[in-house]
């Protein structure tokens, strides 16, 4: 998006526009290098086929942007353990490449990872009450005109399901269950189980 022409999309956070500052994009997936310590390596593994790989590491990597998923899927055990980076992928002081780092939160201080490993930390809340509500009344405007987000809203309430409204897309899920009609609040796994019928509905419709 951020290289493409005729980007006429607002961009409120400025994302797009940072995403402009580079030519590079690598995704390694940490749960396929379990026991690979550097960075570099994980990229050479992955990205095997491009040649120039090397020289875009030497020469322009401050243009890359590395996105590392699954932090607390990865695991490394060496007697030799470099002070500053006890528990990340090791990565090369000398590169100047930005590094984003997805993890479970238990990983983060499972590692003892200090702040000056960290240059940002974000941590995902999930959904407040009022994004909820909005999500609410947006979806079943969408499905069903003639059905009252004040309703859902109150349906949603309920213990057995309002833990699970933090996380967007099982929120949608639940409003999806409850303008159909099929929101079953007896116990957590009819809930699933919903959802899960709901999916396959979609895919084989």
Not at 5 to 20: A, I, L, Q, R, Y
Not at 36 to 59: A, H, P, V
Not at 77 to 94: C, V, W, Y
Not at 110 to 117: A, D, F, H
Request: hydrophobic share 35%; charged share 30%; with cysteine.
């Amino acid at each position: 998006m951020a290289h493409s022409d005729g980007h006429n999309k607002d961009d409120e956070f400025e994302g797009v526009n940072e995403m402009k500052k580079f030519d590079f994009m690598f995704y390694i997936s940490l749960r396929h290098n379990i026991k690979i310590r550097s960075i570099q390596d994980m990229l050479e593994m992955r990205y095997d086929k491009i040649k120039k790989l090397g020289k875009l590491l030497e020469n322009d990597s401050e243009k890359m942007i590395i996105l590392l998923d699954g932090l607390d899927e990865w695991s490394f055990d060496s007697e030799i353990r470099n002070e500053f980076q006890a528990g990340l992928p090791g990565r090369d002081f000398t590169k100047k490449y930005t590094i984003v780092t997805t993890s479970r939160p238990w990983k983060i201080h499972s590692l003892r990872v200090s702040n000056r490993e960290i240059h940002q930390l974000l941590k995902l809340e999930g959904f407040d009450e009022r994004h909820e509500k909005e999500m609410i009344k947006k979806t079943i405007t969408a499905l069903d005109e003639s059905l009252d987000p004040s309703e859902c809203e109150q349906e949603l309430k309920e213990p057995s399901v309002v833990s699970l409204k933090q996380v967007p897309i099982m929120l949608q899920q639940l409003i999806c269950l409850w303008c159909d009609g099929k929101l079953n609040k007896t116990s957590r796994c009819a809930i699933y189980t919903g959802m899960l019928e709901l999916l396959f509905h979609l895919e084989y419709q």
